[in-house]
Nanobody
């Protein structure tokens, strides 16, 4: 069983920065695809950034050049550095893990992620 817990959400003004962290525990002997998603009320979850288990990373077009995903396998932590934030980035951000074993290409297909964190609110004011 895998557990995910996000931290680092908060409120900033337009142009500001935030860093989200996702600590995962449980089956940490294997490396998996992991990703960040976000959701606003009344809309489905949107993939933001994802990493494969061998280092490749993919980003949604809307965040390219502004968000940076990184991971630290030694501490079992996934990060999302968010710079130059705008009000359109306001959402609840979720960390997710794809429990498929073996080689995993980075992806933002939410239906393939088995484990989810509880979410962290990010609010950007104009």
């Amino acid at each position: 069983q895998v557990h995910l817990r996000e931290s680092g959400g908060g409120s900033v003004q337009t142009g500001g920065s935030l860093r989200l962290s996702c600590a995962f525990s449980g089956d940490t002997d294997s490396r998996y695809c992991m990703a960040w998603f976000r959701q606003v009320p009344g809309k489905g979850r949107q993939g933001v950034a994802g990493t494969g288990n061998y280092g490749r990373i993919t980003y949604a077009e809307s965040v390219k050049g502004r968000f940076t995903l990184s991971k630290d396998w030694a501490t079992n932590t996934l990060f999302l550095q968010m710079d130059n934030l705008s009000p359109e980035d306001t959402a609840v951000y979720y960390c997710a893990l794809d429990g498929t074993r073996g080689y995993c290409e980075p992806h933002l297909d939410g239906s393939r992620y088995n484990y989810w964190g509880q979410g962290a609110q990010v609010t950007v004011s104009s």
